[in-house]
């Protein structure tokens, strides 16, 4: 039976101005005889790889792998960890030998432009003309400037920081001695420091509402307003005179303590090797006032770089995402420090820097013996080569310290690794 002419099925010829209707019945395409699903293409195992053509079993694929070109660069595998770190390393490590070469001679730059002539602090005022020119002749002050700076490069790359204008002492030799002491008090002070700042800095930015808070976010703002010098004699005052609970502040030992051959210089070190657990426990009890008092100081700066990151970090994204797919407030915290160390590193960094100078007024406070008070001196009677001799020893300790700090923040952040 047809269908009508007006009706516009697909059996008749549609009329004209109408729709086609959709047909009532569409045979199965595979039932029809006309449909042939295509042959999938196989190749044997035996089939060399080089053919182009689609590997269907494992021997085939073994052997186009092994047969397959080799990758380019944009599709080589990631280089192991453990050489590309030490790469890393030898790549901040040719950064040393131009900056300590401005260093040296920024060193000499900045002596010749201070005010004065070291040859007359050493004659006295009393001295005459020619007892001047005698003795600025002795130190070679009346040479050419560009002489006596390729003599003091030359000197520097040997070692030879010169001898002090007033003890006759080797620059170098003290150096070696005092050096070790303030880096173990600066040390120890970072590490107390950030230990403060850190508890500090995340309590306040997580709980910013909390007594705790308010009471650490006081407690930073007056420690930060306290100058160092001023704190130490506060602790000096109470703990010592007031409680005697550490011994009178008079260096790193006690003065009826017997010393112990320096073999490292650090002076818990040196304890230790000679087996004196007397003295080690000596020095420990003189190291409470210095470190604690640094400790504090840059601790609550430390605090406040805390919980200005943190708080930042704990609104980030990813945080928010962390929070909402339930994981713990302990793990989500967790994270955000994670997420802020390194700017934390780099500010450890730049505190050692600051510190290997600025703690020269605790060194002379507490009677350490330290490169601060020595430096300290010899700026006050304008001993060139001690002056020197500290800058490049600051210099080189600083450039090193901030090197680790970019190793480190490179190897422990995934995003900066990735940068570079």
């Not at 697909?10 to 209707?21: F, I, R, V």
């Not at 001295?127 to 002795?138: G, K, L, P, Y």
């Not at 976010?217 to 550490?246: M, R």
């Not at 505190?351 to 001196?377: C, E, H, K, N, P």
Request: net charge positive.
């Amino acid at each position: 039976m047809s269908c009508p002419q007006e009706i516009g099925c697909s059996t008749g010829t549609p009329k004209a101005g109408s729709l086609p209707m959709r047909r009532a019945h569409r045979p199965d395409r595979q039932s029809s005889p006309r449909y042939r699903r295509p042959r999938r293409a196989t190749v044997s195992s035996k089939a060399p790889a080089s053919e182009g053509v689609p590997v269907t079993s494992v021997d085939g694929l073994r052997e186009q792998v092994a047969a397959a070109p080799p990758q380019t660069s944009g599709q080589q595998a990631r280089t192991p960890r453990s050489r590309w770190a030490l790469r890393l390393i030898v790549r901040r490590l040719l950064i040393l030998p131009p900056s300590l070469f401005i260093l040296v001679t920024l060193s000499f730059g900045l002596i010749e432009l201070i005010p004065g002539n070291p040859a007359v602090a050493i004659a006295g005022s009393g001295a005459t003309h020619a007892e001047v020119q005698r003795i600025s002749t002795q130190l070679g002050l009346d040479r050419p400037l560009a002489e006596r700076y390729l003599d003091y490069l030359g000197d520097t790359v040997r070692g030879d920081l010169g001898k002090s204008y007033f003890s006759g002492q080797s620059v170098a030799t003290e150096l070696r001695h005092r050096m070790p002491a303030t880096l173990e008090l600066i040390v120890l002070g970072l590490a107390l420091a950030s230990g403060i700042g850190l508890g500090l800095g995340t309590l306040m930015a997580y709980r910013a509402r909390g007594f705790a808070a308010r009471l650490s976010n006081w407690l930073t703002s007056v420690l930060q307003s306290a100058p160092d010098f001023l704190l130490g004699l506060l602790l000096i005052y109470l703990v010592f005179f007031k409680l005697g609970w550490v011994p009178s502040p008079v260096g790193q030992l006690g003065l009826a303590d017997e010393s112990v051959a320096p073999k490292t210089g650090f002076m818990l070190v040196d304890t230790l090797l000679a087996g004196r657990a007397g003295l080690f426990a000596s020095h420990v009890q003189h190291l409470v006032l210095p470190v604690v008092t640094l400790g504090l100081v840059y601790g609550a700066f430390m605090a406040r770089l805390t919980e200005s990151l943190l708080s930042k970090a704990l609104r980030a994204p990813q945080v928010e995402f962390a929070r909402a797919c339930g994981l713990r407030e302990r793990d989500v915290l967790r994270y955000a420090v994670l997420d802020v160390r390194g700017a934390l590193l780099t500010y450890v960094a730049i505190l050692f820097g600051t510190l290997i100078g600025g703690a020269s007024i605790l060194d002379r406070l507490f009677s350490w013996q330290g490169a601060g008070a020595w430096a300290l001196d010899g700026i006050l009677k304008l001993d060139a080569p001690v002056i020197q001799g500290f800058i490049l020893a600051a210099g080189a300790l600083t450039i090193l310290a901030y090197l680790a700090c970019d190793v480190a923040s490179t190897l422990l952040d995934p995003r900066v690794r990735d940068d570079r």
